[in-house]
């Protein structure tokens, strides 16, 4: 048991060194691991970021449009139809709105334009 | 009696060690054991130094990341309170031009507020962004 003892302590010893060198290889890949998830959710939180602007951008169309429309209303409400100064303005009031309908948000690629 | 732990333990150790780690238990001298434990502390050590090099590298990231991402919010919060801003002002124009059919004033408004909109809001972005890293001061 002595003899079995004098072998086997040096050996478990040795198999420990194994062990950890194995361990800590397993432990820096971890960290690697973790480290690209940090990173990825950093770049996520970016993204959103940017998609707060583009929704700030689309908030922005939408309430002048409905301005512009609210305008036109108001302007047809009170214009006469044979009025040319009236009708002239109220073409052109709902030219600008058309135009504004037509403004892009993003390009193809995606990008806020 | 049940056997004792220790010969059972030294069978699964050279098991788990495998050719190399049988070769090892059958060599083995103080001299090897002490020549293992240094190479294991230098391991250990790189390890350790290489697991710091990751954790450093990955915060100057997110740092850089989490930078880019205040100067957008920074720069579309500033740029979007100008342009709401100017743009109330010219619906109030606007507003007052069809209530007194003004049909110049509604022109000036209009196409006011068809230039902002049409006007990209990441117009300034890069100057903006180059004047915050020399941390000077601009006027979107």
Same mark, same amino acid.
């Given at each position: $048991?002595?003899?079995?003892?004098?072998?086997?302590?040096?050996? +478990?010893?040795?198999? =420990?060194?194994?062990?950890?060198?194995?361990?800590?290889?397993?432990?820096?890949?971890?960290?690697?691991?973790?480290?690209? $998830?940090?990173?990825?959710?950093?770049?996520?939180?970016?993204?959103?970021?940017?998609?707060?602007?583009?929704?700030?951008?689309?908030?922005?169309?939408? #309430?002048?449009?409905?301005?512009?429309?609210?305008?036109?209303?108001?302007?047809?409400? +009170? =214009?006469?139809?044979?009025? #040319? #100064?009236?009708?002239? $303005?109220?073409?052109?009031?709902?030219?600008?709105?058309?135009?504004?309908?037509?403004?892009? +948000?993003?390009?193809?690629?995606?990008?806020?334009? | 009696?049940?056997?004792?732990?220790?010969?059972?333990?030294?069978?699964?150790?050279?098991?788990? @060690?495998?050719?190399?780690? &049988? !070769?090892?238990?059958?060599?083995?001298?103080?001299?090897?054991?002490? %020549?293992? !434990? /240094?190479?294991?502390?230098?391991?250990?050590?790189?390890?350790?130094?290489? %697991?710091?090099?990751? *954790?450093?590298?990955?915060? /100057?990231?997110? &740092?850089?990341?989490?930078?880019? &991402?205040?100067?957008?919010?920074? !720069?579309?919060? *500033?740029?979007?309170?100008?342009?709401?801003?100017?743009?109330?002002?010219?619906?109030?124009?606007?507003?007052?031009?069809?209530?007194?059919?003004?049909?110049? *004033?509604?022109?000036?408004? @209009?196409?006011?507020? @068809?230039?902002? /909109?049409?006007?990209?809001?990441?117009?300034?972005?890069?100057?903006? %962004?180059?004047? %915050?890293?020399?941390?000077?001061?601009?006027?979107?």
């Amino acid at each position: $048991m002595v003899l079995g003892g004098l072998v086997v302590g040096p050996a +478990i010893l040795v198999a =420990s060194f194994f062990a950890h060198a194995k361990a800590g290889d397993i432990e820096n890949k971890v960290e690697r691991h973790i480290s690209e $998830m940090d990173i990825d959710e950093a770049n996520k939180w970016k993204l959103v970021g940017a998609l707060d602007a583009v929704l700030a951008r689309v908030a922005e169309l939408k #309430e002048t449009t409905l301005k512009v429309q609210s305008e036109l209303e108001h302007l047809l409400s +009170i =214009s006469t139809p044979d009025t #040319e #100064e009236d009708a002239y $303005m109220v073409a052109k009031v709902a030219v600008s709105l058309g135009q504004l309908l037509e403004v892009a +948000i993003l390009d193809k690629e995606g990008k806020i334009v | 009696m049940p056997k004792p732990p220790i010969p059972n333990a030294g069978f699964n150790v050279v098991k788990h @060690l495998g050719a190399g780690g &049988k !070769y090892v238990v059958q060599n083995l001298n103080p001299l090897e054991v002490v %020549r293992e !434990y /240094v190479s294991f502390l230098k391991t250990a050590s790189e390890q350790k130094s290489e %697991r710091e090099r990751i *954790a450093a590298k990955r915060d /100057v990231a997110v &740092k850089l990341i989490e930078s880019e &991402k205040e100067i957008i919010l920074e !720069y579309f919060k *500033a740029r979007f309170a100008e342009r709401k801003e100017a743009l109330q002002g010219l619906f109030d124009i606007l507003h007052q031009a069809v209530e007194t059919k003004n049909e110049h *004033a509604m022109d000036t408004a @209009l196409g006011g507020i @068809l230039g902002i /909109v049409k006007d990209s809001p990441l117009k300034d972005f890069d100057s903006f %962004r180059k004047a %915050r890293a020399d941390n000077k001061i601009l006027e979107i």
